[in-house]
């Protein structure tokens, strides 16, 4: 069984809103392969838990779980790890694996490997996350000139934050990539409001070239 890798354009710009936006949509797994730091003392595996309600048993332990909420390769370094490619392999699941990614496409692992190169060793379908707001249309762009310079598979982007059409219209444009999916901010934040948001492009068509 496939699935999809959660990336985005910058750290905090949705990944773990997205992961599990699209966990509960595909009825997969979740792993989280770098995890630095905690947020209010849980990490992003922690939070999708909760959010999801999904069973335990979905959910697969990351490979790096490092102590401070920085870069990989600094996090590695404080913590003494030595963070390499071969450290990590996909995981055999019956379902969608949902693999969420730390900061950026770019962000480095170590000294010579950046997140995309762990994409790139796994080998699933990349799914960018955005912003929805001012300066999406750069970011966006950058990062999907980055994946595809390495000849990566993009399903799509989800755009996260307030409704904005000429943002969207932009990316899709000068992008010439899908938009898989619009999340709003949620009021509240729960598997409920997550799963009554629907897939802008039907799920069956996501593992299909965007």
Request: glycine letters at 8%; a positive charge.
């Amino acid at each position: 069984m496939s699935g999809f890798f959660i990336t985005g354009t910058d750290t905090d710009v949705g990944k773990t809103i997205a992961s599990t936006w699209a966990l509960l949509h595909l009825n997969g797994h979740y792993w989280k392969p770098v995890q630095a730091g905690r947020s209010n003392g849980k990490s992003d595996t922690d939070i999708v838990k909760d959010l999801s309600g999904i069973a335990p048993n979905r959910f697969i332990k990351s490979t790096h779980d490092l102590t401070q909420p920085l870069s990989p390769h600094e996090a590695a370094r404080i913590d003494k790890v030595k963070i390499s490619l071969n450290d990590f392999k996909q995981p055999k699941t019956d379902k969608p694996l949902i693999v969420e990614g730390a900061g950026g496409v770019l962000v480095p692992l170590n000294d010579t490997d950046k997140m995309i190169d762990l994409m790139q060793h796994l080998g699933l379908p990349i799914i960018l996350v955005a912003r929805s707001t001012l300066g999406t249309i750069n970011h966006t762009l950058l990062s999907l000139q980055a994946l595809r310079a390495q000849n990566l598979p993009l399903a799509g982007v989800i755009m996260n934050g307030p409704p904005n059409s000429a943002n969207q219209k932009a990316i899709e444009n000068f992008g010439n990539v899908r938009i898989l999916g619009i999340l709003p901010h949620f009021s509240p934040l729960d598997k409920q409001t997550l799963l009554s948001t629907p897939p802008l492009v039907p799920l069956g068509n996501w593992m299909k070239p965007a």
